[in-house]
Nanobody
Framework: QVQLVESGGGSVQAGGSLRLSCIAS????????MGWFRQAPGKERERVAV???????IYADSVKGRFTLSKDNAKNTLLLQMNSLKPEDTAIYYC?????????????WGQGTQVTVSS
């Protein structure tokens, strides 16, 4: 059974940093596309960043240069380092994974972690 457990959310002032972690279990971690999505109140879910099975990453334009996505295959952990945070980054952040690649809506999701950025 695939499980994704997020941690690291919280509240920070604009310009600050947070690091989100996602620990995965129940599947061959290194073969999956994994990534972070977010959803703010009243807005549609947005893909933040994904990384495929060969380590290629794709970032949303809104976070390029500020967020860094990385994988630790030995620890089955996905990390999202978020710097220079803005109030518009406020959202629930979800870790997601899928064996079918990065171009589709993932099949597996974590429970989400809240990120709040105040001005």
């Amino acid at each position: 059974q695939v499980q994704l457990v997020e941690s690291g959310g919280g509240s920070v002032q604009a310009g600050g940093s947070l690091r989100l972690s996602c620990i995965a279990s129940g599947y061959t971690y290194s073969r999956y596309c994994m990534g972070w999505f977010r959803q703010a109140p009243g807005k549609e879910r947005e893909r933040v960043a994904v990384i495929d099975n060969i380590g290629s990453t794709i970032y949303a334009d809104s976070v390029k240069g500020r967020f860094t996505l990385s994988k630790d295959n030995a620890k089955n952990t996905l990390l999202l380092q978020m710097n220079s945070l803005k109030p518009e980054d406020t959202a629930i952040y979800y870790c997601a994974a899928d064996w079918r690649g990065c171009s589709i809506t993932p099949a597996y999701w974590g429970q989400g972690t809240q990120v709040t950025v105040s001005s």
